[in-house]
């Protein structure tokens, strides 16, 4: 009886004092559940004529004013990410006078806490319009809408004014402002602003704002300081002197040098001729525990075959096929290049051989290379089976190709064969400048096969080709003699050229 009575005050006491669940219906699932019908209706509502209710509603989109009624038929309120899909589609209709309806709303009639990335989105969406002052606009009225501005919003409109360059313009006059809006300046809008100021050949203001950066204790990371350096080495009024001392600077701010980094310092040493650097640099990079590349022991062999370096060429052919590397057709361009220029054109045909054994098909340079040396020792037989070579193998014939056999033959007085690949380049369409053929109808010219110069002539006038003043001079020597020959041929002849609009030599 006593354990009965005890239980009896303890229920009691339940009823009174316990605490009972909310109504489920209050519940914040139910909400969600409220808000997922509500976003159904609304996409719906898109695909319907907009009802007299929503056309008597003053001032207001469509699209709008079928959000509200949507999340009205539910009980609930937009939230925020609604007002986002709104937007979003409204920009991609191009429709943005509503979305300035759709902002002042946010602004003025709801009381959420609007998330920044909508402000971040839209900010790109004007850039891509070329509404870049809309952009500008929102980013300094984000506060009225009940966010604060952080770095991402700042890095935001930074990114898309950097894209224009009357657009970066407007940066400074941002950055003070965004100093009045408290957002403070992070590593990353640095970043903008440097690879925007190497992009626009500002390196110098580059550099101010990476010792700005060291000054207010901020972390540079390395893909900013190598940047900064591959912009630096294409400055052409830049000395040797210089780099290599912005080279030792950045070494004492702790930037490890990558490959990328040594390939730039030594292609700007090698433009500039200065090629001990540049192997000083390449010695510093084995010291570094960076084993260079092909492209890098390409440059510096092509520079030291510039400086006639040759017995040091050999050296570094000799190291970097020690080292294992596997010279592509660059280099061994450039190694049959310096080859030809001591004369020694045999040896660069034999490394033809070479090249193909290691996998490496010699290409249309390095077959002109070797008809130019052979060209200027006169070996006019020893060409023409390097040509048939190429035929051959494929290898398609170019302008420069051309150039390099009618010159040589010409040189030597073989203007008949000359004249014969003057005739292929021009039907092959290669003939753009007269410059290269002026010796062929010249010899023509001299040895009075004046009709078959003018024959060239009229082929280069049907090609647009111009022909130059010697062969005019050349012409009219052999007219002088030969005038009742030639005469009306010739005056037909400039008067067509003359009334046939050309393309100019160079």
Same mark, same amino acid.
């Given at each position: ?35 997922? +019908? ?30 509200? +009624? ?57 850039a891509d319009a070329h509404r870049i002052q ?78 700005? @950066? ?136 034999? @490394? ?19 008809? +130019? ?86 082929? @280069? ?20 003699s030969k005038l009742d020959f030639v005469n ?15 393309? @100019?030599?160079?």
């Amino acid at each position: 009886m006593v354990r009965s009575s005890a239980l009896k005050r303890a229920n009691l006491h339940l009823r009174k004092h316990r605490k009972w669940p909310l109504s489920p219906y209050k519940a914040k699932w139910h909400q969600t559940l409220d808000q997922q +019908q509500a976003k159904q209706k609304f996409k719906q509502s898109l695909t319907t004529p907009p009802t007299k209710q929503q056309q008597q509603i003053p001032k207001q989109p469509h699209i709008l004013s079928s959000l509200l +009624q949507s999340f009205s038929i539910y009980n609930c309120e937009p939230p925020p990410e609604a007002y986002h899909f709104v937007i979003k589609t409204l920009a991609e209709n191009s429709q943005f006078c509503d979305i300035s309806s759709v902002l002042d709303h946010i602004e003025k009639r709801e009381n959420f806490e609007t998330p920044e990335f909508i402000f971040i989105d839209l900010i790109k969406t004007y850039a891509d319009a070329h509404r870049i002052q809309d952009s500008v606009n929102l980013f300094y009225k984000i506060p009225k809408f009940r966010c604060v501005p952080s770095v991402y919003s700042l890095n935001a409109l930074l990114s898309v004014l950097c894209r224009n360059k009357e657009w970066v313009k407007m940066v400074p006059q941002i950055l003070l402002k965004s100093q009045l809006m408290n957002i403070r300046i992070e590593e990353s809008s640095f970043r903008i602003l440097i690879s925007t100021l190497c992009r626009i050949n500002r390196v110098g203001f580059a550099i101010e704002l990476l010792n700005c @950066m060291l000054n207010d204790g901020f972390c540079v990371d390395g893909k900013t300081c190598s940047l900064i350096l591959s912009s630096v080495c294409e400055q052409r009024d830049l000395s040797s002197d210089e780099l290599l001392g912005f080279v030792q600077e950045m070494k004492k701010l702790g930037f490890c040098f990558g490959m990328v980094d040594y390939t730039n310092v030594i292609r700007s040493l090698v433009k500039k001729e200065k090629v001990f650097d540049a192997l000083g640099i390449l010695n510093q990079m084995k010291s570094d525990g960076i084993k260079p590349d092909i492209v890098c022991y390409t440059m510096v062999l092509n520079g030291v075959i510039v400086q006639e370096d040759y017995v040091k060429a050999e050296e570094l052919f000799d190291e970097l096929l020690v080292l294992g590397l596997v010279p592509d057709v660059y280099t061994y361009n450039v190694y049959i290049n310096g080859l030809c220029k001591q004369n020694n054109v045999e040896a660069g045909i034999k @490394m033809i051989a070479c090249m193909e054994e290691l996998g490496s098909k010699p290409d249309v340079i390095t077959y002109n290379t070797l008809l +130019q040396a052979l060209c200027k020792v006169g070996e006019l037989n020893r060409l023409r089976e390097l040509v048939k070579e190429m035929k051959w193998k494929g290898i398609v014939l170019n302008l420069q190709t051309y150039s390099i056999m009618i010159d040589g033959l010409a040189s030597k007085g073989d203007i008949i064969e000359a004249c014969g690949l003057f005739e292929e380049a021009l039907n092959k369409g290669l003939c753009t400048q007269s410059s290269m053929f002026d010796e062929t109808i010249r010899g023509l010219c001299q040895r009075g096969l004046v009709r078959k110069a003018l024959e060239l002539l009229k082929q @280069m006038a049907d090609k647009d080709v111009s022909p130059g003043a010697r062969v005019w001079e050349a012409l009219l020597l052999s007219c002088v003699s030969k005038l009742d020959f030639v005469n009306t041929s010739f005056i037909r002849l400039v008067d067509q050229i003359l009334n046939t609009p050309c393309k @100019m030599e160079g």
